[in-house]
């Protein structure tokens, strides 16, 4: 490559990564091009090019220019001196523990479930499955495959305070969602292993021992409801506020790692892991999905202002309203880069179609 007529690497260290992105402006057969170069923090990373073809240098630099205020708006920074952030990715660590999974039901069985008062009812979160486990001063963090993922900083934070407040050795489960944990159950609390309880007693357990007034948001306990008036109430409210779905948990149940009829759930949407295969112009990528052995495109998605453009290849998550037979989903809704789900699991079969008129 010729030397570069501008270069610069940003880095960023927050969230559980540490990733860097290298952008360039080359000179070659009478244009300019802007090479890009970006990855996780001690490997080669990943190569592309902003530009299919040599342009002129004004053109270049405004494209070089944008990557960086973009970048530098995503926490992205120049330099590498920032000492390496607690809970980096470490790659392919089993941690022994795996979540209770939830089985799905249609809007056809709702009503059993509220109106059964051996089940309690939560609301279903939008974000990423995780334990979060604490003791004698180590924090981890274990994502639903059972591998350790890195974690922000106010987990480790929060789980200080715990310490403050006489109270160690303990692992929640919960929905990760930016730098909120929000705990729904717990696998052992003080150094009480709690699997063989019934749900409704590691909830109370969990109840006496969350502390509220921690100095950050980090750590919230997820509400239960029980009782019809209850969980009918809630489940009024999710749906008003257009919120993901409801869950239903049987209170007598032990926790039981894997798929389990003892918990289900009820999304108010569809959803479907996909994998980025372009970057669109106005914030928007082409998703596509695995049909066969073959990535096929189902459709375009708008990113919104809050979320990071995801890199071409990324597994992302989105939402939509139903899928059409050998086309794209209808109202797509961009969610967010999913690290624990598999280019394998970004499958056809995933999607919902609509129901065909007779």
């Known amino acids: 490559m010729p030397e570069p007529k501008e270069t610069i690497t940003l880095y960023c260290q927050k969230g559980g990564s540490d990733k860097f992105y290298t952008a ?10 802007v090479p890009i170069n970006y990855g996780r923090r001690g490997t080669s990373g990943q190569s592309g ?6 342009i002129p240098y004004e053109k270049a ?22 000492s390496p952030m607690a809970g980096n990715v470490i790659e392919k ?3 022994g523990l ?15 479930y509220l109106r059964d008062d051996n089940f309690g009812a939560q609301e279903k979160k939008d ?3 995780k334990f979060l486990k604490h003791g004698e001063g180590n924090t981890t963090s274990i994502n639903k495959k059972g591998f350790e993922v890195g974690y922000a900083s106010v987990f480790k934070t929060a789980c200080e305070a715990y310490n403050e407040a006489g109270k160690d050795n303990f692992t929640f489960d919960g929905e990760e969602i930016g730098e909120t944990l929000h705990i729904f159950d717990a696998r052992c609390l003080n150094g009480e292993k709690l699997d063989s309880f019934p749900y409704i007693e590691r909830y109370r357990k969990l109840e006496q021992f969350i502390i509220t007034d921690t100095g950050n948001e980090a750590i919230r306990l997820l509400p239960l409801a029980t009782g019809y008036e209850a969980k009918k109430a809630l489940y009024d409210k999710l749906v008003k506020e257009e919120r993901e779905g409801i869950i239903f948990k049987r209170l007598n149940a032990p926790y039981t790692e894997g798929r389990s009829s003892d918990q289900v759930k ?16 106005k914030r928007s990528i082409g998703m596509g999905i695995i049909e066969n052995d073959k990535v096929i495109e189902i459709g375009n998605c708008t990113i919104p202002p809050n979320k990071g453009i995801p890199e071409v290849g990324k ?3 989105v939402k939509y309203l139903y899928a059409y037979k050998g086309g794209s989903l209808y109202q797509p809704t961009y969610l967010d880069v999913r690290d624990d789900v598999d280019k394998e699991e970004c499958v056809i079969s995933q999607l919902k179609y609509k129901a065909e008129e007779d």
């Open 93 to 95: 660590i089993d941690s």
């Open 24 to 33: 360039c402006i080359i000179e070659e057969n009478g244009g300019f091009t």
């Open 127 to 129: 974000g990423q499955r």
């Open 315 to 317: 597994i992302s998550e």
């Open 61 to 82: 630099k405004a494209i070089y220019d944008k990557i960086i205020k973009e970048k530098m708006g995503k926490g992205y920074t120049p330099g590498e001196g920032m």
């Open 49 to 54: 090019s902003k530009t299919k073809e040599p």
């Open 98 to 112: 795996f979540p209770q999974l939830l089985d799905e039901i249609t809007e056809d069985e709702l009503e059993k």
């Open 266 to 281: 009820l999304k108010f949407y569809a959803t479907a892991s996909i994998i980025v295969i372009r970057i669109n112009e």
